[in-house]
């Protein structure tokens, strides 16, 4: 099955900079890739997606970038702010959604004042 | 802004016993799903269903656990026999198409 990893586990930054998250995945079969923000006890958000027929997507302050070949994508947050802070999960499947997203473990992401 | 409905938000049951969790996915939407957190760790996937039937289940989803439509607009999971280990958020999920889900906002389970 899917197995999908996601680095680092926490990532601290100054407010105002710019913010990377990456994630591998291992089934060359998948085709979708969306991005959820998680604040503390609530349910994940869908922030940004990217389907395996593009390379890169963008949507005001965030991005998301995939390379197929090497099998990882990327989320980008510029110009962070407090409202920022949150934990991060990056998550693939074939099948668009429908057989189920396997998640990564989460990104910490502190945004210092 | 349409919700993904879940409710009880907090369920606590005693090891053995029967729980069902219960969703009110977007009245438009055809995929459904559930999903699990336990503390402090990833969101895993237990099932998909489509078209009344289950489209995909993963290896958390044994003969302890089923789902339900029983109506037009409610989305169920049980689980027969509660174990310790049992005790997660549980997270139902619905999307129009196979992306985009909505995740409701949960139920802690806490199996005691």
């Known amino acids: 099955g899917e197995n999908v990893e996601q680095h680092p586990s926490t990532l601290s930054v100054q407010e105002g900079d710019s913010a990377v998250i990456k994630c591998t995945y291992s089934d060359s079969a998948s085709n979708y890739f969306p991005w959820y923000k998680q604040e503390l006890g609530k349910r994940p958000q869908l922030i940004i997606d990217?389907?395996?027929?593009?390379g890169e997507k963008k949507d005001q302050r965030i991005a998301v970038t995939l390379n197929k070949t090497a099998k990882h994508f990327s989320l980008h947050i510029t110009e962070t702010q407090p409202e920022d802070s949150a934990v991060y999960f990056c998550?693939?499947?074939?099948?668009?959604?429908?057989?189920?997203?396997?998640f990564g473990k989460g990104t910490h992401l502190i945004i210092q004042p | 802004e349409p919700e993904v409905t879940q409710t009880p938000s907090h369920q606590v049951t005693q090891m053995g016993q029967e729980v069902i969790l219960r969703c009110v996915p977007i009245?438009?939407?055809?995929?459904f799903y559930w999903y699990r957190q336990i503390l402090g760790q990833k969101v895993e996937f237990l099932v998909s269903?489509?078209?009344?039937?289950?489209?995909?289940k993963s290896e958390i989803f044994d003969d302890q656990f089923s789902v339900e439509r029983p109506d037009g607009s409610n989305f169920t999971l049980k689980i027969r026999s509660t174990k310790l280990e049992d005790s997660a958020m549980y997270f139902c999920a619905s999307s129009p198409t196979t992306h985009g889900y909505t995740f409701g906002s949960g139920t802690r389970l806490t199996v005691v």
């Open positions: 998550a693939a499947s074939n099948r668009g959604g429908a057989d189920g997203l396997t």
């Open positions: 990217i389907r395996s027929n593009v």
């Open positions: 269903f489509y078209n009344n039937e289950i489209s995909e």
């Open positions: 009245s438009n939407h055809l995929y």
